[in-house]
């Protein structure tokens, strides 16, 4: 059994990833939506099947637009397609009576449904490659970061069908990952600590940055990504971790543990993203307080978190976290978000000064990315500000 699941996710997995790149996406969205129009009704699956494996298509992506036609627009959509191939063939529409079932033979709707069908066809095909080429397209300097993206994500594809599903989406989704590939916001050094990993995406990007650079296949016009000698990732979630180690290998070492009880090992850089608001506002500061006494100097903190005076996208945030909490039986769990002025003083107590870093925030959410260093030591002091007690 175990060889046979694998086998089905692997196939599922190369059934997803065939046909890969914006105009076959594309392509394979359109010609799926217009099949699925056709009025011929179980062979939908047959035909795509057949036409994308000849045009070099995303079968999967195309039988799921076919569905198009799905039992609640059907009706509506069998109705536009006679009523269209009506007009198209005499240039007037069915009468809306029960008489024209009856006065009508059967021949005249088969035929107007069609040409409608063909016509109706290919308008929604056009329409809808429109809006999947609008959401996916990838231009000029992006896409070699695409290939950065399929690349990272790719190496989830042996843990679960559903991890690297989300591998696809968030990184390719979240600005923070592409900002985390900027000299602006990190620099190279000795050790990268991410505090919360996850499954490790960031580390997977930077690991496979990494690679692309050795491999001569970097973009020249980019500023070369940050490097660092070692990577650590911290997780609490046993699973979680599974799947960060086996996805990162040697390229990162995983430790399943919680930070706040952790010792955090000296590092140039620290990764903390989506981490400080699941966390009591005493521990957010003496977690805090721990990286800066361990960052090496020079060093820099990576902080993504929620602004809390930040309207209905906080609320949008807040509603994702709760709902997340709940699918994951962790309704108990409570948050503890800040404005952004209410995290610049939180981060001054605990030794930082703090940039907020410019992120394409294409997303409903405030989130805010903040870059912090050590503050100056002031003239006569021989220590960083302590914490309050």
């Not at 929604?124 to 950065?148: C, H, K, N, Q, S």
């Not at 505090?195 to 995406?201: K, N």
């Not at 809390?308 to 994951?328: D, E, P, Q």
């Amino acid at each position: 059994m175990p060889a046979v699941s694998a086998h089905l996710r692997q196939r599922f997995i190369d059934l997803r990833s065939e046909g890969a790149g914006t105009l076959r996406e594309t392509a394979a969205v359109g010609v799926g939506v217009f099949i699925g129009c056709l009025p011929l009704y179980g062979f939908h699956l047959l035909i795509c099947w057949v036409v994308g494996f000849a045009l070099g298509l995303n079968r999967l992506k195309m039988y799921l637009a076919a569905n198009i036609s799905n039992p609640f627009v059907a009706p509506w959509l069998l109705f536009a397609e006679v009523q269209t191939g009506a007009w198209l063939r005499r240039g007037s529409f069915h009468a809306l009576a029960a008489s024209t079932l009856t006065n009508t033979g059967i021949a005249v709707f088969g035929i107007d449904l069609v040409v409608g069908s063909v016509f109706v066809g290919a308008v929604l095909a056009i329409l809808m490659a429109g809006a999947t080429y609008a959401a996916v397209r990838t231009v000029g300097v992006d896409e070699p970061f695409a290939e950065l993206v399929r690349a990272a994500a790719d190496r989830y594809a042996g843990t679960s069908i559903t991890a690297w599903e989300f591998a696809r989406g968030k990184l390719r989704g979240d600005p923070v990952y592409r900002a985390s590939l900027s000299g602006d916001a990190l620099r190279s050094g000795t050790t990268l600590v991410d505090i919360g990993c996850g499954q490790g995406l960031t580390l997977a990007l930077l690991a496979e940055a990494r690679r692309s650079v050795d491999a001569g296949t970097w973009p020249p016009a980019w500023p070369l990504p940050p490097r660092f000698d070692r990577m650590v990732g911290i997780e609490t979630r046993r699973r979680v971790a599974a799947i960060a180690r086996t996805a990162l290998g040697r390229d990162a070492a995983i430790i399943e543990a919680d930070a706040r009880s952790v010792s955090l090992e000296p590092a140039s850089a620290v990764l903390l993203f989506d981490v400080l608001h699941l966390m009591r506002p005493e521990e957010q500061e003496s977690l805090l307080a721990a990286t800066a006494s361990r960052l090496e100097p020079g060093g820099v903190v990576l902080v993504r978190e929620v602004d809390a005076s930040g309207g209905w996208r906080f609320v949008t945030v807040w509603l994702g976290n709760r709902l997340k909490a709940i699918a994951f039986g962790t309704w108990r769990q409570s948050f503890h978000p800040r404005s952004e002025a209410e995290w610049r003083a939180c981060f001054a107590r605990c030794g930082f000064q703090s940039d907020v870093q410019p992120v394409a925030n294409r997303t409903p959410f405030a989130n805010t990315l903040f870059r912090l260093t050590a503050a100056p030591v002031a003239s006569g002091s021989t220590s960083r500000s302590s914490l309050p007690a």
